[in-house]
């Protein structure tokens, strides 16, 4: 399983609680979208994840900005994500940020808003914030692979799915 999280937004821990605990714990690989603020935030993710695969958000320290990129290219389940916490321009800026790194999807962070959005040209996944919603649904994303891509879903620290989705991969 890949687990989706961003906007973590903390001083002290992780703030993983309920099915985004379990769902860290799980994943074969998790991915952060940035913003986690200081950087034993950063090693307490390091701590849970098996692997974890981060970029830095607006809000992080420089001990973070040090020791992980602004934006990267992750592969699972045949599917290849560029992953950024957030570009200037909205959608077009994003899937021109996907198509830049040859990218089937993109995920990203900053809003706080979860989000799967496939109409263009490019899927664009926001896991939203487990740790700092802002008016939206705490959330998280989980992917898990199927024969064609991968199925995924929009999930609360409660365990409620609020949204389903699938991402092709590629031929």
């Known amino acids: 399983m890949l687990t989706v999280v961003s906007d ?3 001083t002290a821990g992780h703030r993983l609680t309920g099915r985004t605990l379990e769902a860290v714990r799980e994943a074969e690989l998790v ?7 200081t950087e034993s935030v950063l090693d307490a993710f390091y701590d849970e994840a098996d692997t974890l695969r981060a970029v830095s958000g607006n809000n992080d320290d420089h001990g973070i900005r040090g020791r992980i990129p602004e934006a990267r290219t992750v592969e699972y389940g045949g599917v290849r994500f560029a992953v950024t916490h957030t570009r200037n321009g909205g959608a077009t800026a994003l899937t021109l940020f996907g198509r830049e790194r040859d990218a089937d999807a993109v995920v990203f962070g900053h809003s706080h808003r979860p989000t799967f959005d496939a109409t263009g040209p490019l899927a664009l996944l926001n896991p939203g914030s487990h740790a700092q919603p802002r008016g939206y649904r705490a959330a998280h994303a989980e992917l898990e692979e199927t024969t064609g891509g991968l199925r995924g879903r929009l999930c609360t620290p409660d365990g409620d799915v609020f949204e389903e989705f699938t991402i092709r991969k590629r031929e």
């Not at 991915?31 to 603020?37: S, T």
């Open 31 to 37: 991915v952060h979208a940035g913003d986690f603020m």
């Open 8 to 10: 973590t937004h903390s």
